[in-house]
């Protein structure tokens, strides 16, 4: 794969992808975000083990699922899940961008994420982002990013949990709180020493 084709040459880490995203292997622990495209044709060469949908559960050809129905979690969602009756990220008109992340065929609704360092170049930014070991220890809290304060990590079978944990996004206390108790598929908040929070 001729990683120079791809935008921004898949230098965006796959913490936070943009919406539609999915995620291919660049290296061991690295995963970048591509388009689906990708993704697709890789499965197709029979490479199905190098790419995860953008809530870390593994690539399996599935097409992103149109959510249906209710907001869930109704008006107070707004801002915090996203896609479909949910809308975009940006509905409160902040001037702090937001990226809607997550979506797989698990999880048909998104989370809406605050990238850092926008510099309205309109290049990817980074998203806070947090990393759990596999024995729970929290290698990478989210305290370094002020009062965003919680890793949210996107539940996920089991095989998936490591990919998950490496790659946390971290999200403001109340909206990770929210996040966990409305998300269909579900997020799991977690403190700045590993301890599960919510739900």
């Not at 107070?76 to 899940?81: D, P």
């Not at 996203?82 to 001037?95: H, K």
């Not at 996920?156 to 944990?165: E, F, H, K, N, S």
């Not at 109340?174 to 269909?184: D, G, I, Q, S």
Request: proline content about 9%; some cysteine.
């Amino acid at each position: 794969m001729c990683w120079a084709d791809t935008p921004n040459e898949a230098a965006l880490q796959c913490d936070a992808c943009q919406d539609g995203q999915v995620c291919a292997q660049r290296g061991p622990e690295q995963l970048v975000c591509v388009s689906p495209e990708v993704c697709e044709a890789l499965w197709d060469l029979g490479a199905v083990t190098v790419c995860r949908y953008a809530d870390k559960s593994a690539y399996d050809h599935q097409p992103l699922p149109n959510p249906s129905g209710d907001c869930p979690g109704g008006a107070a969602s707004a801002g915090k899940i996203c896609g479909g009756a949910c809308g975009p990220c940006d509905v409160d008109g902040s001037s702090q961008p937001r990226r809607c992340t997550g979506r797989s065929p698990l999880h048909p609704y998104g989370v809406c994420a605050h990238e850092t360092n926008f510099g309205g170049t309109g290049e990817p930014a980074a998203i806070p982002s947090c990393t759990i070991a596999a024995d729970g220890a929290m290698l990478e809290p989210c305290a370094t990013h002020g009062d965003i304060t919680y890793c949210a990590v996107f539940d996920v079978p089991p095989t998936d949990l490591a990919a998950a944990r490496r790659h946390g996004i971290c999200l403001r206390t109340k909206v990770c709180l929210h996040v966990a108790a409305a998300l269909p598929g579900g997020m799991t908040c977690y403190d700045d020493f590993g301890q599960q929070v919510a739900p």
